[in-house]
Every structure is written in C-alpha cells, then in structure tokens.
C-alpha cells in the first residue's frame, strides 16, 4: 500500500476530488490518502506559500502530491500557490497528454481527425522565475532564465517518454529566430540529446508557426517539447482541440518529488452544487497511477471512463444537450459502474504492473546542476541602462566622455533598437536606454573595471541596471540590438 499526499483544492477542488478518491476506492486501488492544508484558506491564515509547514513536511516525506485545483488571492502581493509548489520542489516536466475522446465532440471529431498529442513543458524557468524590477516609472523588465542543465533535464525526460510511447515524432517548439540565445540554447540542447536518440524523428518548428498547425493539421504532431511560458500557452490551446481544459490531465515530474492535478480552474461559480465536471482530475490520477507503476488499475479505470463517455453519459459542460445532464456524484457513479469495460475505440492494454518509479530521498542540501564550462570566459563589456529623457547624440556625448581608456561606446539603443550610433528619428522612445560599452581593441577587462566605469558614469545618470558582455570560445554571449 503506498500513501500519498493529497490536496483537495479550492472552489470545486473538494467534490470532484472526492469523486475521484471514491473512484480510486471502488476500483481497490492500492492507495492512502494523508490530507494536507494547501490553498486560498491557507493564504488567508497568513501563510504567504498557500501551505502549512507540516503539509509542506508531509509531500517531501511522501514524494507523491495529487491535488485539486486551487486560488491563489488577488491582490496581496502572493505568488501562484501551483507555481510555487512546481518551483520548490523542482517538478521540471510539466506533462499534459491531449486525446480525442469519444463522446467529447469537437470540430475535430466531427472530422473524424484523431488527436494523440503529448505536450512536454519545461516548468520551472522562463519568465516564471518572476524576476521582475521596475526600472523607471515607465519601464518594466521581467529577466527570462534559460539554463543548460535546466533544458537537458526536461528534453532528456521529453525523448524517454516519446521512446516509451513509441512516438513518431518529437518536435521543439521555440523562438529561437528572435531569442537567439534563451530559445536558441533550448534549441541547442533538444539537438544535442536527439542524437543520442537516433531511432526517433527530431525536428524543430517556429512557436507561431507551431500553433497555426496545430490548430490546422493536429494529427500530425505527436510529442512537443517546449519552454515554460511558450509550453503554458500550447498546452492550453491543444486543450481547446479535444473540449477544454475540462479534459486535460497534467503531471508535474520532478527527481524527488512530482505533482499530478487538474489546471483548470476553481469554478467558484458553481461549487458546492456537486455539478462540476471530475474528468481532468481523473485522467490526472490516472496518469499518477502509472507514474506509480499501478499500470493495470490505471487502464481499467481508463477504461471505464472512456467506455461510459461512449456511453453519452456527461456532466452538464459537455455532451449532447438533447441527453440530460448528471451531476459530479452519478458520473462518477456511472465509471465505477463500468469498472471491467472496455470502450469500443482507443481501448487501454491492462499491462501488469511495474516498479513505481517514484523514489524519494532524504537529502541535506540543494542539489546543484552545472555543465562542463569549455575555455574560460572573457568579459568584454558592458550594457548599462539608464534612466534619460534627453535624445541618443546628447546621451552619446556624455557617455564618451566616461568611457577612458579601456572602453568604447559601441551603441546605444532603446526597447531594443538602435538609436546611436545611427537610427531613424521616427522610432519612438521611452526613458530608459541600454548604453553598450566594449574594451578598446577587445581585450579582456575585469569587474574592477566595469565597477570604475558605473562609478563615472553614474555622476550623470541614473544607472538602473547593468550586464556584462561575456565570450566563451571566442563567441559572443550577449545579443545585438534590433538594426546594430
């Protein structure tokens, strides 16, 4: 018997969580259930994590959290309680499988195109770091993390699934013609695993140019890969192809620790009226299920959900109209009615179980993730942002004057565009520009140095930011302004 940590969630997160537990119950699930405080009240109580101290001591504890969903408060400067639990204990594989359900009609189903799709999300980088500064009282700036070690993790985790899936294909989404380095290390990193996987089909397609597909051709896409906030978008639209998020289970895997809940929302609306739809939830034990190696009672009850869908039983979301709706209790009812059937299409292999692989450590400190560092690393400049409403040539001919004998102003530009050395006077601007100092000759500099020209220049503006310009193997680290 294994136990596991359990949320019930906020708004409807208690009815369909205990329609699901109910479900697990009848179907003998090897399971128990340790009930722990998460959610909106747990804000409310002035824990600023959305969790208890002990909660918190009894998912590391367990490894396991199966949760509903739950509100993070508006406006009391607290952060996403879902995003905070994926970040904390490192669940960096956000897993969200989207498939044509019989009884769940869509354009596509009417179609008769079928849906099979797998998104791989990484989870724990991106802007969702929230590293967020107010430069000046017009300028905001988010600072996007895309790590090497981060991106391996999840690829490497992308082309294991895709291997046991038996995929025909594993595509990265990405934006790398724009964010040449962030999206273009994730890019680097999904072509650097793929050949170690050379019986799967790699490739890769723009993020914009991804989504117009998959909203044209679904059928063709089967596991995509794809950073945090882009990842967060996608899966919501693949979402939308098989009816809603009211149909899409997510798992959040991490090393130690992995998370399985339903992402749609609270519906306070309609809570305590016992009419919210348990599908996602399920789908989303289901998948908690397998991860824990219950293979056998994960497609039963799979099964039986799919099998009384074709039945045209339904919640009051979805369905045929003309047929009446059942609330959460007698749905959930019907599936356990129907444990030991099988659908008519898309029928799951009752496999026999396997090793859980769920493996919980007791460790002392943080893991830490580097790669291999190849030559070591030139500092060659700096970009300084600065607070200014005067135009580039007058910012310019302040900044020469700073610039010594180790540096050259090189550029200066705004939002992204250069303005200086040359520019269009039709670009608009806003007060912050990013002034681009580089070693005379391009020889290397210290911090000592970069500290010596901040201090100089800070006697005329308002220095709101700096970043070094680093090379590493004789590449530049740091990108160019739109027009440089």
Not at 34 to 49: A, L
Not at 167 to 177: D, L, P, Q, S, Y
Not at 231 to 251: E, H, N, R
Not at 341 to 361: D, H, I
Request: negative net charge; charged residues 20%.
């Amino acid at each position: 018997m294994t136990k596991i940590a359990v949320a019930k969630g906020d708004g409807i997160g208690p009815e369909i969580m205990a329609a699901v537990i109910e479900i697990f119950k009848e179907a003998n699930v090897p399971l128990e259930y340790d009930y722990v405080d998460m959610g909106k009240w747990v804000f409310d109580e002035g824990y600023s994590n959305g969790m208890t101290g002990e909660a918190k001591k009894t998912i590391e504890h367990l490894g396991i959290l199966f949760k509903g969903p739950m509100e993070t408060p508006k406006g009391k400067g607290v952060k996403s309680i879902n995003v905070t639990a994926r970040k904390t204990w490192n669940t960096y594989a956000n897993i969200r499988t989207f498939q044509t359900l019989n009884g769940v009609e869509t354009v596509f189903s009417k179609a008769g195109i079928p849906i099979d799709i797998t998104v791989v999300r990484e989870n724990i980088e991106d802007t969702y770091g929230g590293v967020e500064h107010m430069l000046t009282h017009d300028v905001a700036l988010s600072r996007r993390f895309i790590t090497r070690p981060g991106s391996l993790q999840v690829i490497r985790y992308a082309f294991e699934l895709a291997k046991k899936k038996n995929a025909r294909r594993i595509t990265c989404g990405h934006k790398a013609n724009i964010m040449k380095l962030t999206d273009g290390l994730f890019l680097e990193c999904f072509y650097e695993v793929a050949k170690e996987y050379p019986e799967l089909n790699a490739d890769d397609v723009i993020v914009d140019d991804l989504c117009m597909k998959l909203v044209t051709r679904p059928d063709t896409f089967d596991m995509v890969v794809l950073t945090n906030l882009q990842g967060d978008i996608v899966s919501d639209l693949c979402a939308g192809l098989v009816g809603g998020l009211g149909f899409a289970p997510s798992s959040n895997v991490g090393d130690h620790i992995s998370i399985f809940e339903a992402v749609h929302g609270t519906a306070p609306d309609i809570a305590g009226k016992n009419i919210a739809n348990p599908t996602a939830l399920l789908l989303s034990g289901i998948a908690m299920l397998r991860h824990l190696g219950l293979l056998e009672k994960a497609a039963q009850i799979e099964n039986s959900l799919l099998y009384t869908l074709e039945q045209g039983i339904h919640t009051g979301d979805f369905g045929d109209k003309s047929v009446p709706a059942v609330n959460t209790t007698e749905f959930a009812n019907a599936i356990v009615s129907n444990l030991g059937k099988k659908p008519q299409r898309n029928a799951k292999p009752e496999l026999q179980n396997v090793a859980s692989s769920c493996s919980v450590y007791n460790i002392d400190t943080n893991p830490m993730m580097e790669s291999k560092e190849g030559e070591q690393e030139k500092l060659v400049g700096v970009d300084m942002f600065i607070e200014s409403t005067e135009q580039p040539a007058a910012i310019a001919e302040k900044c020469e004057r700073h610039a010594g004998v180790k540096f050259d102003l090189v550029n200066i530009s705004n939002r992204g565009t250069q303005v200086w050395p040359t520019g269009s006077v039709y670009t608009n601007l806003v007060n912050q520009y990013n002034v681009r100092f580089e070693s005379i000759g391009h020889y290397a500099l210290n911090q000592q140095d970069v500290i010596g020209l901040y201090v100089s220049l800070s006697g005329d503006f308002k220095i709101c930011s700096l970043e070094l310009l680093n090379e590493w193997d004789g590449k530049r680290a740091y990108s160019l302004a739109q027009g440089q």
